[in-house]
């Protein structure tokens, strides 16, 4: 990325992740190699919106990378357009999807900047880059990871557990190996052995977790974790599927779509963060989502909240969500 981007000794770094979240490891390592400035940030400030979007503009912020549940709070709460963030000149995002239409508001609001969606679990750290276009069209889909950094190999493992070569249409694990891979679990051989393999060519592979699918441009597009993948009524469901067709409505600011159990049978229940106080009405987005989605995969419930809770990564916290009484 260092290569990439052509940072400077003038640039300006935030440091917004925790220490204990890889994405500080950009932060502090690259700046520190260009010779740059880092600022850094602590936990009050990195929750509050307002004093991070004022804090931009008085220490003229040139390199941003967090994950989308911060970006959009601040494009929420942060009032973007009360100051100047023209100093803004690279925005990275990683973690998680970062719903199209949240995306394209902050695309607009700074517009001056370039924008790229990183991917890469924290076992391989960033593994693969995509550039985001300046202008989002309609077939645009947030869920392009791009493809491979140029240290890293990554292919897709079928349900055979046999690694592909990479062209349209295949879909399966994402797997990465390269330098950058870690060597495993401190103390932990079990989960070592079960989240790493060795192919026929001895080359070590780290085992993401996460479907893909390759387009047509041979870019990755994230499809979802296999740990959230559920069978319900005898079809295979991915939840950040009902999640995405529900955060194209145009009132949704963040959805989180969880499964839990009652009476032996499996169902569904939505989360939804409105982009006002004045939540749309639940038949209003219901009829909405059943153009976009077959009956199996619609929610039961459907769960209104203020604010949909973060883990101290600033990721969605599902774990709350499931745990969370009605």
Known sequence: MGDYSKFSSKDIFSSVAPFHFDLSVFDIYVSLWHGASLILLDDKTIRNPLMLSELIMQKRITIWYSTPTLLMLMLRYGR???????????????????????LNELRQQWGHASFFNLYGPTESNVCTWFSVPDHIEDSFTSA???????????????????????????????????PSVSPGYLNLPKETQTRYLMDSERKRWYKTGDQVVVNEGHDFEFVGRIDRM??????????????????????????AVVDYETNDTLKLRAFIQAKDSHSPSTEDVKHFVVDLLPAYMLPDEWVWLSDLPSTSTLKLNYSELKEREV
């Open 230 to 255: 559920i069978k319900r009524h005898g079809y295979r469901i991915e939840m950040s599927e009902i999640e995405k067709a529900i955060a194209q409505h145009k009132s949704v600011e963040r959805v």
């Open 80 to 102: 973007l357009s009360r100051y100047d963030h023209s100093s803004l000149r690279i925005i990275l995002f990683a973690g998680e999807v970062f719903p199209k239409n949240q």
């Open 144 to 178: 392009n990871i791009g493809q491979s950094c140029c240290h890293a190999i990554c292919r897709v493992l079928d349900e055979n557990h046999e690694v592909q070569e990479i062209h349209p249409g295949v879909s399966g694990e994402l797997i990465v190996s390269g």
